[in-house]
């Protein structure tokens, strides 16, 4: 019989913020799989735990996903961890857990920490809607592109960022998404808490003046305001993209980018009774 793998939240700044379970579990595998085994030796020093760890990271997942499903399909229990929050969310392990799904071994989430929605928690922005969007890429015309693909989503969007790239992100948010209400937080749950709230380039401008800036970082972004293009109705504008010259399938198309919905959708609209 197969072993489970655990797939366990950690703390992602104060050791305190585990679950009970995840201790017990964390007690009672055969073993951890963690992206650095110094930084998981803190947390289980904490709470007097002593089992055998093993690295599994981004530069060596490939060749350690094997190793670990061999000993899985031996019967052997591994608690995945990562080195703050829940392990998958812009973390290494998609490999190691789609590869035991494809082989019927059992998988098993033990929830718990996230920046993700330790962040919108305390955003002020709304929650009932929202997209994750890891880390924005390093390089800024990519990260502009993203930014354009999800300007007319409506609902929060949630980014990583690190404090090198910062300024620049900010920056491209400002010009690409504009003067939408944000929340930045930094270092949370950790002694040096900060969250700071504005727009972009409020965010920036104060940030800018520090001498350094610090700490792992998680930007919430509210959504924006709709284009003035969609208070005319759905069939005016159709029949305006008609007269200029556009093609019926390629006017729907435009419609349903211009305003976040389905060709379908558009389709639906446009010849209801």
Known sequence: MSGTLYVVATPIGNLDDITLRAIRVLREVDRIACEDT???????DRHGIARPLVSYHEHNEQARAEELL???EAGVNIALVSDAGTPLIADPGYRLVAQARAQGIAVSPIPGPSAVLAS???SGLPTDAFFFG???PAK????RKILEELKLYQGTLVFYETPHRILEALDDIAD???PRR????RELTKIHEEFLVGDAAELRATLAKRQSIKGEITLVVGKGELPAADAMPIEAAFEKLLAGGVPRMEAMKTIARERGLSKREVYQKLNQQ
């Not at 110094?38 to 289980?44: A, G, I, N």
């Not at 944000?182 to 937080?185: A, E, K, Q, R």
């Open 38 to 44: 110094r930084q998981t030796r803190k947390l289980l």
């Open 70 to 72: 061999t000993a899985l």
């Open 120 to 122: 919108l928690s305390a």
């Open 134 to 136: 890891g880390f924005l």
């Open 140 to 143: 800024k015309t990519q990260r």
């Open 176 to 178: 690409v998404l504009g």
């Open 182 to 185: 944000m929340t930045l937080g």
